[in-house]
């Protein structure tokens, strides 16, 4: 089983919409995770991080954790061209690796004008 | 200059060559990491330093050798490597080793392997 499941894509969203990004991860032990952003040809970018059950926003950015359902998910509202990217998920744990990221293949993400 | 950088940015090399990639932080880090991105995979970690001590070595083929002299510099010598070892290196760093942590990557070094 992959420690960290994504869609692989594409998603293709008309420009104003939500964009919706979901992962699952297989470890219970998971604690932090983590939301990049990785244009074609450059590295990933940090969007969002979120270690606790529930909703964190930020501007049109919500991240949302179920650690009982394993999931965690990214909001796009008012999806942009510009946010045409390929989106990583990676989650980290505590213990004698903790602090080592672990990613899903990512998923493309088109925004259509 | 701020953040993570890497050199060169792109590298093409024979499978006899010997070649090193360069990553430097400048935000005052005390972790540093070497990646591959290969096509179609994940985001694959391969060597984890703290404190200037390599903490893990994930299970990389020793034609991949890394060193760390200080905690503001990380290498990766590269030598006999295989065209499967073509992809886009990265390198990132984070404050500490602890799961909250941010890690931050450089651009990448694009390596091709003829």
């Known amino acids: 089983q992959k420690e960290v499941e994504q869609n692989s894509g594409p998603l293709s969203v008309p420009e104003g919409a939500i964009a919706s990004l979901n992962c699952t991860y297989s470890?219970?032990?998971?604690?932090?995770f983590f939301w990049y952003r990785q244009y074609s040809g450059k590295s990933p970018e940090l969007i969002m991080s979120?270690?606790?059950?529930g909703d964190k926003e930020d501007g049109r950015f919500t991240a949302q954790l179920n650690k009982a359902s394993q999931y965690v998910s990214l909001l796009i509202r008012d999806s942009q061209p510009s946010d045409s990217a390929t989106y990583l998920c990676a989650v980290t744990r505590n213990g004698g690796s903790q602090g080592n990221l672990i990613f899903g293949k990512g998923t493309k993400l088109s925004v259509k004008p | 200059e701020t953040g993570v950088t890497q050199t060169p940015r792109h590298l093409v090399m024979g499978m006899t060559n010997k070649k090193s990639l360069k990553c430097e932080q400048h935000?005052?880090?005390?972790?540093m990491y070497w990646y591959k991105q290969s096509a179609k995979k994940p985001l694959e970690l391969m060597f984890v330093y703290s404190l200037e001590e390599r903490v893990e070595n994930n299970s990389v083929p020793s034609r991949f050798s890394p060193e760390c002299p200080n905690s503001s510099h990380l290498f990766l010598h590269l030598h006999t490597l295989q065209p499967e070892d073509s992809a886009l290196y990265l390198c990132a760093s984070s404050l500490d080793r602890v799961s909250t942590d941010t890690q931050y990557f450089g651009p990448g070094t694009r390596l091709t392997v003829l």
């Open positions: 935000l005052g880090h005390n972790a």
């Open positions: 470890d219970r032990v998971s604690q932090s």
């Open positions: 979120i270690y606790s059950n």
